[in-house]
């Protein structure tokens, strides 16, 4: 791509954080690998990373189970212990060009806790209610992904 994976890799971070949470051993480097050779698009050669719409082409080709996501609504519908998401979203749904970032989160305890909401961040967020996730923010897409609930640990 046409910049780098602290810049624009929110997307492969999430699906990767999304994996380890569903128990997956699947290595960084070779999701990395993977979705530069095989299954998604990037958008403008990768300069903003990859189509979140495309991204159910990884979950079709992987066979994981998955549901589409377009209301935050559907969170607090669906929430169960365990589930867990991919979300893409506006930063800023008034200014739109503060740019779009891509989560993992999981439903546990009776909140969402939710892995590398900003870039860098060490710690994962922990919400009570979904709206609070995104903020200011306007959901793109987001997917449920399906299958065994893993605690965590080793996450990005």
């Known amino acids: 791509g046409l910049s780098t994976l602290d810049r624009v890799g929110c997307g492969i971070i999430a699906i990767y954080n999304a994996l380890r949470l569903l128990g997956s051993p699947e290595k960084l480097t070779d999701l990395i690998r993977e979705f530069e050779t095989n299954s998604t698009e990037t958008i403008s050669f990768g300069f903003f990373g990859i189509n979140p719409f495309s991204m159910k082409k990884y979950f079709e080709a992987?066979?994981?189970?998955?549901?589409?996501?377009?209301?935050?609504?559907?969170?607090?519908?669906?929430?169960?212990?365990?589930?867990?998401?991919?979300?893409?979203?506006?930063?800023?749904?008034?200014?739109?060009?503060?740019?779009?970032?891509t989560v993992a989160l999981c439903y546990t305890d009776g909140r969402y806790v939710v892995f590398n909401r900003t870039n860098g961040s060490r710690e994962p967020a922990v919400f009570e209610n979904a709206h609070d996730i995104i903020g200011n923010g306007l959901l793109i897409c987001g997917y449920r992904l399906y299958g065994e609930f893993y605690d965590g640990e080793d996450m990005v």
């Open 62 to 101: 992987q066979y994981i189970p998955h549901s589409k996501i377009y209301r935050m609504k559907t969170l607090d519908k669906q929430k169960e212990e365990g589930s867990i998401y991919l979300l893409t979203f506006w930063n800023d749904a008034k200014h739109l060009t503060k740019g779009a970032h």
